[in-house]
T-cell receptor, first 115, second 113 residues
């Protein structure tokens, strides 16, 4: 069965600092991988996705993520954080083999940005 | 292009009542799935519909049900509401049932009192 681990519940960074949010997954093969962001009271906005090909994927708002098969990881990075990036971030895994469209989500990482 | 639209955005119900939530997917998207988000359990998959057929179901009791119409719009229903059903219910859509980007709506906030 698929599972996703986001080991950091809460991260605080200074505005302008770099950011890395960790995501590890458990799946028998190469899954579909997603990062979503959720602002308070809002739905989920897609930041980026990995289906196949280049393991370094670029997303919106200056975010990127790297798929590392050997480490079963899909960490999210941003070189310089803006105050508006404060939100909750979710990593999600989709099953490739089953053809199912359901996602398994991590528990989320809440990002606080200090001026 | 309009995003995934969910109605109502906020509602309050009493224990024992039932509720119906509606979701209009992105135009051209035929797969619709539903998720429940709570502080304790996080984001959990409820079910997925494609071409009016339920293709996949999460681990929720039978009180949770859904359907999809020929225009791809979907509804989910929760009967005999319990306090623990208080949650943000998120609808998501994609073009096909697999291998496509999944887009989420803003959600419907359900409070059961």
């Amino acid at each position: 069965a698929q599972s996703v681990t986001q080991p950091d519940i809460h991260i605080t960074v200074s505005e302008g600092a770099s950011l890395e949010l960790r995501c590890n997954y458990s799946y028998g093969a190469t899954p579909y991988l997603f990062w979503y962001v959720q602002s308070p009271g809002q739905g989920l906005q897609l930041l980026l996705k990995y289906f196949s090909g280049d393991t370094l994927v670029q997303g919106i708002k200056g975010f990127e993520a790297e798929f590392k098969r050997s480490q079963s990881s899909f960490n999210l990075r941003k070189p310089s954080v803006h105050w508006s990036d404060a939100a909750e971030y979710f990593c999600a895994v989709g099953a490739r083999q089953t053809g199912a469209n359901n996602l398994f989500f991590g528990t989320g990482t809440r990002l606080t940005v200090i001026p | 292009k309009a995003g995934v639209t969910q109605t109502p955005r906020y509602l309050i119900k009493t224990r024992g009542q039932q509720v119906t939530l509606s979701c209009s997917p992105i135009s051209g998207h035929r797969s619709v799935s539903w998720y429940q988000q709570t502080p304790g359990q996080g984001l959990q998959f409820l079910f997925e519909y494609f071409s009016e057929t339920q293709r996949n179901k999460g681990n929720f009791p039978g009180r949770f049900s859904g359907r999809q119409f020929s225009n791809s719009r979907s509804e989910m229903n929760v009967s005999t509401l319990e306090l623990g059903d208080s949650a943000l219910y998120l609808c998501a859509s994609s073009q096909q049932p697999s291998g496509n980007t999944i887009y989420f709506g803003e959600g419907s906030w359900l409070t059961v009192v």
